[in-house]
């Protein structure tokens, strides 16, 4: 069972640098075809500063982690027994090219169900840019499958 003494507590801070690359990556790899996620003159035209992160690229960046999921490990969960769960995201200002974003992973909640056969970890991530704006916040629900 995960420490319900987490609740509340802080699993790190990571800075990233975004880049015109990882975002038009991110556009192809999602099937985005609308050119300002690609074309820098088309989201400059857009009122963008630079090429805009599409559609939940924040959650990718926690993938920049040495390792994105000694979260997991590090409060004693067997990844084999990991499912996502849910994830919902809510956006305050976009995130550009050239941004550097840093994001913060907090525990909000860890409960369980089925008599504890499945258990449930609910981590929030704020992400603020450089500026010190808070760019978005996610919220995942990680179950754990025990027995």
Do not use: W
């Not at 599409?54 to 004693?76: E, I, N, Q, R, V």
């Amino acid at each position: 069972m995960i420490d319900r003494s987490k609740i509340g507590s802080s699993l790190g801070i990571l800075t990233v640098d975004v880049e015109k690359g990882q975002l038009r990556f991110f556009a192809k790899a999602t099937g985005e075809k609308n050119p300002v996620y690609t074309d820098e003159e088309a989201a400059k035209a857009a009122g963008y500063r630079s090429l805009p992160a599409p559609p939940t690229f924040g959650f990718s960046l926690g993938l920049a982690a040495p390792d994105p999921f000694a979260k997991y490990t590090d409060l004693g969960i067997d990844l084999g027994k990991v499912l996502h769960g849910e994830q919902n995201f809510e956006y305050f200002e976009p995130i550009c090219a050239g941004d550097t974003i840093t994001l913060e992973d907090k525990i909000t909640d860890i409960f369980d169900k089925k008599g504890g056969a499945l258990e449930f970890l609910v981590i929030e991530t704020s992400a603020t840019n450089q500026d010190g704006k808070v760019v978005s916040k996610s919220v995942t629900t990680t179950v754990v499958r025990h027995g």
